[in-house]
């Protein structure tokens, strides 16, 4: 058909990929002057698994899934029109059973979840995802094709109850099982690619396609860290998660296998997924807490006022007191006050045992005056860093007017 136009609109240009199902064509969109890929079904192959593939890709539209532009019919023979990606297959870039470079494993690896996620949040399983069916664009870009076999939603299978379908390196237990696939079926296919990107090999391997379903649905794959001790733990904890023989303990599908890889998709060697965080290692050292540092003059100040207010309160409350009450004198180390009312101002003098200085404090007089005590003082009282004041109240309880006293 080389040189053909089909309906006047696509010239095929070059056979590009041929199978049992279809052949595919590098072509030219005379309409739009642009490349496409022209996928042809094969005579004799499965029409309806076909126009399933073309229904499925016309369901979605994202970065990460070759888009559907057209599809039609010629000379019988059902043809779809989709996006060229000229970047070729994942599978192409393995070949040489080598690890692929971390960094383009983890942008591979978020490629393929992020067209998961649109695949499942529309009601869309691959249920054949593998190497081959992952292509990248020309700036890189890995994008998920082939939804042959696809299920969607509630619609009815190709296949009949217990039948095996998929690729047999990569399908998930319950596949291999006969059970119904599930978006995490498609996790699972995602983990055995990641594995394969991450060690250059399969977890399991036989020449035997039945061997190889049976290995899936009945044995454990090898540890990572076993085979490379330098994986990043991010990606080799992920890996363990989607191999999960259990569905329910997979990532749920391709938005939480996202999630996990994070917006940012780092592979830090220093983190493992869903991990705490490291714990602290004591050096012995401890870090000094910040003292809060008062200037000298306000603490002084600070002091005095204190002092002021609280000879201003004893004063107020012997004012009006009798004469004869002796003054009250408390010591404690070696300082001494003594304090004495006039009737107009209290004086208070304080003298250090060694020293001569004398500092002296007056209160003003105030027109407020408390009522005449009920009661005799009570005997005076010693308090412990500071010197205290003890008068009369008229409560018959005392008030214990604390003066911090100078350094």
């Known amino acids: 058909m080389a040189e053909q136009v089909i309906r006047g609109r696509y010239r095929l240009e070059q056979k590009i ?11 030219t969109d005379l309409e739009l002057d642009r490349p496409v890929a022209l996928k042809l079904l094969a005579p004799n192959a499965d029409r309806q698994r076909f126009e399933r593939e073309a229904r499925a890709a016309a369901a979605l539209s994202h970065p990460n899934i070759n888009q ?7 000379e019988g023979r059902p043809y779809m029109v989709l ?28 490629d393929l979840a992020g067209g998961l996620a ?8 691959h249920r054949d995802l593998k190497p081959s069916n992952v292509l990248f664009d020309s700036e890189g870009r890995a994008k998920i094709a082939d939804f042959g076999i696809a299920h969607m939603g509630d619609a009815g299978t190709l296949t009949e109850a217990g039948t095996v379908l998929g690729t047999a390196a990569y399908i998930s237990p319950e596949q291999a099982a006969g059970e119904p696939a599930g978006p995490a079926s498609d996790i699972y296919s995602f983990g055995v690619i990641l594995f394969r990107m991450l060690t250059g090999r399969l977890p399991f391997e036989s020449d035997q396609p039945l061997e190889l379903v049976a290995m899936h649905r009945d044995l454990y794959p090898p540890a990572l ?17 989607a191999l999960a023989k259990d569905p329910r303990d997979r990532p749920a599908d391709g938005s939480a296998l996202l999630a996990e890889l994070g917006a940012a998709g780092g592979i830090e060697a220093t983190q493992v997924l869903g991990a705490p965080p490291p714990p602290h290692r004591d050096t012995g050292r401890r870090r000094a807490t910040p003292r809060r540092r008062f200037p000298l003059p306000a603490l002084i100040a600070g002091f005095l006022a204190a002092g002021a207010a609280g000879l201003g309160v004893a004063y107020l409350a012997t004012r009006g007191a009798s004469s004869a009450a002796p003054p009250t004198t408390t010591t404690q180390g070696h300082t001494t006050r003594t304090t004495k009312s006039t009737g107009t101002q209290e004086q208070s003098q304080a003298t250090s045992a060694p020293s001569t200085t004398t500092t002296t404090s007056t209160a003003h007089t105030t027109t407020r005056q408390p009522p005449p005590p009920t009661s005799t003082p009570a005997p005076p009282t ?11 109240v008229t409560t018959g309880t005392t008030v214990d007017t604390t003066v911090p006293t100078l350094p």
């Open 68 to 74: 559907l532009f057209d599809f039609g019919e010629v």
């Open 118 to 125: 649109h695949a499942h949040a529309n009601g869309l399983i």
């Open 17 to 27: 990929g041929d199978g049992g199902m279809s052949e595919v064509w590098l072509a």
């Open 382 to 392: 010693t308090a412990p860093p500071t010197t205290t004041t003890t008068v009369p």
């Open 225 to 241: 860290e076993e085979i490379r001790p330098d994986v990043p733990p991010r990606l080799e904890s992920l890996t363990a998660a």
């Open 83 to 110: 996006e060229f990606l000229p970047g070729g297959t994942l599978e192409d870039q393995l070949l040489d059973d080598t690890p692929l470079p971390d960094e383009q494993t983890g942008r591979i690896a978020r």
